[in-house]
């Protein structure tokens, strides 16, 4: 586990769990805190990242280029341990590298045997927390991915409420993405205007719109006291918003692919579905950045 406390953030990284940030607060407010009984149920918690299949597949299979492999629910790369390869304060910004270099010496490998090196970068600036991932192909094949994040977003005070300029979401039966995409306007659907979370009942995928800009702002949250702008490169083309009844927690999770993204490219529903493809020896990256105000 990593501690820190810089500027007006205070942070926990638990860095053999998949990089998870179980603990974020700035200034006096608590943004997220771990849900250890989830933790020990092996359900989601604090903020996971989700590589390379975020959210669900299908029957937890998927197909890609006529092989079919088996998946696992938010990937593969949610609980492994990272090797932390910077640590340190710098100019102006505080800066947490883990690597994982992913082979056939994981017992998981069959189940997506695409050699790579993911990369996570956590760097806090004065008003700022930014996320960023990097993924190297050194494998032979084409490596296909989607990458996104899990927050979970405090809300004990039932005071937060949440927006989002998204225009379209993608329709699901059972929690799956179909491919089919239907407008927003006038439905409950609607984000365009801050909305109370206690109010919603949403666990739904919002498809934003090609944005040119190398950061946009995706989603933005007001607590009574408090606002967090989220905004990230545009690989994250999907917002999921998961609003759970009877819980003091929400999410609002950047991705950069649908849910079962991997299924919904191999029946032709390629743009839509998100998966991202990186060549041999390339590398790609994204950001998200959590900006905060009072």
């Known amino acids: ?13 638990n860095v053999d769990d998949g ?13 997220i805190k771990g849900d250890f009984q989830r933790q020990s149920q092996g359900h989601t918690y604090g903020m996971p990242l989700m590589f390379p299949t975020p959210n669900r597949t299908r029957n937890n299979r998927y197909r890609y280029k006529g092989k079919e492999y088996a998946a696992k629910m938010h990937g593969l790369f949610r609980n492994l341990p990272f090797m932390i390869v910077h640590n340190s ?4 910004d505080y800066r947490v590298t883990g690597a994982l270099k992913w082979d ?4 998981e490998f ?3 045997p695409f050699e790579c090196i993911l990369k996570i970068h956590i760097i806090i600036q004065l008003d700022r927390l930014i996320y960023q991932y990097e993924i190297t192909n050194i494998g032979e094949a084409s490596l296909p991915y989607g990458f996104g994040i899990h927050p979970f977003f405090e809300n004990q005070r039932g005071d937060a409420k949440i927006m989002t300029e998204a225009k379209k979401i993608l329709e699901s039966q059972n929690s799956i993405n179909t491919g089919e995409i239907q407008e927003v306007k006038k439905t409950d659907y609607d984000l365009s205007r801050f909305k109370p979370v206690s109010a919603l009942k949403l666990d739904t995928v919002y498809m934003m719109e090609n944005n040119r800009e190398k ?8 607590w009574d006291d408090y606002q967090l702008s989220m905004r990230c490169s545009n690989d994250f083309s999907y917002l999921v918003v998961y609003t759970p009844e009877n819980y003091d927690k929400f999410c609002i999770e950047p991705q950069t692919c649908s849910i079962d993204a991997f299924n919904l490219y191999d029946k032709g529903y390629k743009e839509v ?5 990186v060549g041999k020896n390339e590398t790609k990256s994204g950001t998200i950045q959590f900006i905060l105000s009072k």
Do not use: C, P, R
């Open 110 to 112: 069959e189940k997506y």
């Open 104 to 107: 056939a010496s994981y017992e």
């Open 273 to 277: 579905s998100g998966v991202q493809e």
């Open 19 to 31: 990089m998870n940030i179980s603990y974020l607060s700035w200034k006096t407010k608590t943004l």
């Open 89 to 92: 304060e710098g100019a102006g």
């Open 215 to 222: 950061l946009f702002e995706v989603a933005v949250i007001q």
């Open 1 to 13: 586990m990593i501690h820190i406390e810089y500027l007006d953030f205070i942070m926990d990284i």
